[in-house]
């Protein structure tokens, strides 16, 4: 496990912060409440097995915690990955992103009393968004339905919300963590990516993309969720970031998908991550020189659509 240090030496920002107004804006209307942030303690690692035997002692547990599945044609998985749900809990949100096959049928049958949401827009970052307001739990809990995470793991997360901590992330890149499935270029790509964000906000994540992640309800109207496709899993790893929440990561396995193709692309969904990460980075002399950088792109793109609108020919012509 890994304590994130944001803001000053052992001290997390005091909020509250102004929630984003890109989240939820129909879901919380007026001024989210005043919440203390915890303080923050200098980071440090502790092995996988003494966060077992710590979950193993805790008693039962009196908040109400759901599971968020977005999951598109993946009815070969979807039992695999319901019939592990451990009994921590309480609630599964199903968000369905127009699925062409059997994946709600047998979603229903293995787990009759699912939730399941039928997306209305498309991409991963709209399915997280729409299942996040439909959930009900105290603690809210997002995996994929690939059958790449193991739901068995949720009791490490929800340990480290009942001890004080926000935003809980999983790791492959950590001491008792790994990937089955990685590629050299999506682990190098990583790399590369955990090393800016760790630059950029002073922290010391080990992994960035990730989508294995739990944290409390409280937090909502303070996560970005404006991201549409895969990039939304570090705009919300991001904006907890920028919030000054206490971050842990624990340490996870990575498995291949069960059955069928993913659907990330690596180059595509990477340059999205560098762009999402460039946007938000608006702090100290590199971020003014970022942001002024794309200002200038834009302006430029912008000032090439006029002329190209100015020199096109009449459509209708004598």
Same mark, same amino acid.
């Given at each position: 496990m890994t304590v994130q240090r944001n803001g000053e030496a052992g001290e997390g920002r005091r909020g509250p912060l102004?929630?984003?107004p890109r989240a939820f804006p129909?879901?919380?209307?007026?001024?989210?409440?005043?919440?203390?942030?915890?303080?923050?303690?200098?980071?440090?690692a502790v092995e996988r097995g003494a966060v077992e035997r710590a979950v193993a002692r805790e008693g039962p547990r009196l908040d109400k915690v759901s599971l968020v599945i977005p999951a598109m044609n993946e009815a070969t998985n979807i039992a695999w990955v319901l019939g592990h749900v451990?009994?921590? !809990? /309480?609630e599964v949100v199903l968000v369905d992103g127009h699925s062409r096959d059997a994946t709600v049928m047998i979603a229903q049958t293995v787990r009759p009393d699912i939730h399941v949401v039928e997306q209305v827009g498309t991409g991963k970052g709209d399915a997280l968004r729409e299942g996040f307001l439909a959930a009900t739990g105290?603690?809210?809990?997002? !995996? /994929?339905?690939?059958?790449?995470?193991?739901?068995?793991?949720i009791p490490h997360f929800l340990h480290f919300l009942d001890n004080g901590y926000d935003f809980v992330k999983g790791s492959r890149f950590m001491g008792g963590g790994g990937s089955r499935d990685i590629t050299r270029l999506r682990r190098s790509g990583n790399r590369v990516l955990v090393g800016m964000v760790n630059r950029m906000h002073d922290t010391v994540l080990t992994d960035l993309c990730y989508g294995y992640v739990a944290f409390h309800r409280r937090c909502l109207p303070y996560l970005d969720l404006s991201r549409p496709g895969f990039e939304v899993e570090t705009s919300l790893t991001i904006s907890a970031l920028?919030?000054?929440f206490r971050i842990a990561e624990v340490p996870s396995l990575e498995m291949p998908r069960r059955h069928g193709h993913s659907n990330l692309h690596v180059v595509r969904d990477g340059t999205r991550v560098?762009?999402?990460?460039?946007?938000?980075?608006?702090?100290?002399?590199?971020?003014?020189?970022?942001?002024?950088?794309?200002?200038?792109?834009?302006?430029?793109?912008e000032h090439r659509d006029r002329a190209s609108v100015a020199t096109a020919p009449d459509p209708v012509g004598p």
């Open positions: 102004p929630p984003s129909e879901a919380f209307p007026e001024a989210f409440p005043e919440v203390p942030l915890p303080r923050v303690v200098p980071g440090r451990p009994s921590c !809990i /309480d105290d603690h809210i809990v997002m !995996i /994929d339905a690939d059958g790449s995470m193991a739901p068995d793991e920028r919030a000054g560098l762009r999402t990460l460039l946007r938000e980075h608006d702090r100290g002399p590199s971020g003014r020189a970022v942001q002024q950088l794309r200002r200038l792109v834009h302006e430029r793109a």
